[in-house]
């Protein structure tokens, strides 16, 4: 009982820790951008000046979500072949609970790379990176099942 809760929590800890050590990794090297640096308080404006603050405002926003999309697709092309690779990884080690939070912590980081860019990819990329996604699961679960009866 109490081996199989280690288990457990170190499947739980790779799963948890694999997409975040991605997602900063990505941002280590390309950080994501920080709202507060688009955005800006004005105080008692007039008609006018709230007309041009509300034209900024809206071009500081376009900004703004334009290098989020950029951030989201350097995610999403590091996260989803990682996460592939942690799938294949995961059904090769023999360590159970290695294994399994490997498989966790891969379809944790594909779900996470497409989450955010999923809206900018055209259908053609969704539904490849679906197949592929789908066809490594099938193939890892077979493989991991196969080998538990042999």
């Avoid at 080690?93 to 999923?118: D, H, K, N």
Wanted: net charge negative.
């Amino acid at each position: 009982m109490f081996q199989s809760g280690k288990k457990f929590a170190l499947a739980f800890g790779i799963a948890i820790i694999f997409p975040m050590m991605l997602y900063y990794g990505v941002s280590s090297f390309s950080p994501p951008p920080d709202w507060q640096d688009f955005y800006k308080e004005y105080h008692n404006l007039g008609a006018e000046e709230e007309k041009e603050r509300e034209a900024e405002r809206l071009a500081e926003e376009a900004r703004l979500t334009e290098q989020e999309r950029h951030f989201e697709a350097r995610l999403f092309f590091v996260s989803v072949p990682m996460g592939i690779i942690a799938i294949i990884v995961g059904t090769l080690i023999p360590l159970q609970a290695v294994g399994t939070g490997l498989l966790f912590g891969g379809v944790l980081s594909i779900t996470r790379g497409c989450w955010g860019y999923w809206a900018e990819l055209p259908e053609s990329l969704r539904f490849a990176s679906l197949v592929v996604a789908l066809i490594v699961l099938i193939v890892a679960g077979y493989k991991k099942l196969d080998n538990r009866q042999t």
